[in-house]
């Protein structure tokens, strides 16, 4: 019972702080950083990339966004275009990123 007690603590703990950095991120930033980063492969609102070989960024969740872009920075994550576009990304930038994609209309669709 002690152990159940113990990992419901522990994901209400990870909930408030995942919480509290999605509210702690800053949008406007987030936006400016696009305009000089992102906007070139992903487009403006991330829903709009220039290519079909870029990923559509718009509407994703802030977590997966966050966490791929810390994945590709130290290097768990492989694409060279990307390694390069997140080493300079602080983890301020990462999670105002995030948050701004994260609330961008989506375009996403299934095929099927």
């Known amino acids: ?3 159940l007690h113990t990992l419901v603590t522990a994901v209400v703990a990870a909930c ?3 919480s509290f950095t999605a ?3 800053d949008i406007e930033a987030g936006r400016k950083k696009v305009q000089e980063v992102c906007a070139a492969c992903h487009g403006q609102d991330g829903a709009t990339p220039t290519t079909p070989d870029y ?5 994703q969740y802030p977590d ?3 966490k791929a872009l810390r994945d590709y920075k130290s290097g768990m994550r492989k694409n060279p275009i990307m390694a ?3 080493a300079p990304l602080t983890d301020k930038d990462i999670e105002n990123l995030a948050a701004y994609f994260s ?5 996403l669709a ?3």
């Open 1 to 3: 019972m002690k152990t």
């Open 16 to 18: 408030a702080l995942a």
């Open 23 to 25: 509210a702690a991120a």
């Open 55 to 59: 990923p559509k960024l718009a509407g």
């Open 64 to 66: 997966y966004l966050a």
């Open 84 to 86: 390069g576009m997140a």
């Open 103 to 107: 609330q961008q209309p989506s375009n």
């Open 110 to 112: 299934s095929r099927y």
